[in-house]
């Protein structure tokens, strides 16, 4: 098998598999799917199989701070546009008899579903607990590999103009998408050469969280991470 390929193209066992995962026909793969790829070596590290017939995955959470004013409609319509036009968003990941494939619709799952939080009448030394226990519980939520959107946004007001996004995402296209785009798109910020007003201020895995945000946040203005 090529690094990518057509429905059509591929192997008839691989076809055959894709089909049941999905519950469909070959034509309607055809219209649905538009190319299915082998797995880069960072990203095959992150999938484990349990049980040899079952596929799980490591995920990520990262916290972003935005600061300046966050409006919800805009920030949904630069999610949508972002799903739209990046294949990294719209991928899934199948399990077959030969290996685990990248799968690459057409059209973004429906759900994209962001919740929004306001946490600006919380003390500032309860603001980093809040976070934990919403991260924590995320990361209990899990994903559908094959067929879910394998992103979730959440958003957190905790200042007049200041937001924490937390980004929970399965690790593999957290490998293959930078965030921050639409972040920037938001808040009209210039990309990529000015990232002063979005920053990256905690990445982790599976969301063991190693040391205090806000502890994270004070320092972020003078430590800002390349884009």
């Known amino acids: 098998m090529e690094n990518w390929m057509k429905i059509a193209e591929l192997p008839e066992d691989t076809k055959a598999a894709l089909c049941k995962s999905y519950d469909v026909q070959e034509p309607i793969l055809i219209k649905r799917i538009k190319y299915v790829r082998k797995l880069s070596a960072a990203e095959a590290v992150t999938f484990r199989k349990k049980n040899g017939d079952k ?109 924490a996004i937390i980004v929970t995402a399965v690790e593999a296209v957290a490998l293959n998408y930078d965030f921050r785009k639409i972040f920037r798109a938001v808040m009209e910020i210039p990309e990529p050469s000015h990232l002063a007003n979005v920053m990256e201020s905690f990445r982790s ?17 003078a430590d800002l991470p390349a884009p």
């Open 205 to 221: 895995k599976a969301g063991i969280l190693a040391g205090p945000i806000k502890e994270y946040w004070s320092k972020i203005f």
């Open 55 to 163: 596929l799980t995955a490591s995920v990520m959470q990262t916290i972003y701070k935005l600061k300046g004013k966050l409006l919800p409609l805009k920030f949904n319509l630069a999610v949508g546009q972002a799903f739209e036009k990046e294949d990294a968003l719209r991928c899934n990941y199948v399990l077959t008899d030969r290996d685990i494939l990248a799968v690459v619709k057409y059209k973004p799952t429906i759900s994209r579903d962001i919740s929004y939080h306001n946490l600006k009448n919380i003390a500032e030394d309860e603001i980093d607990g809040e976070l934990r226990k919403y991260m924590e519980a995320e990361t209990r939520l899990g994903f559908n590999l094959t067929k879910g959107q394998l992103v979730r946004f959440s958003v957190f007001q905790t200042a007049e103009d200041e937001y």
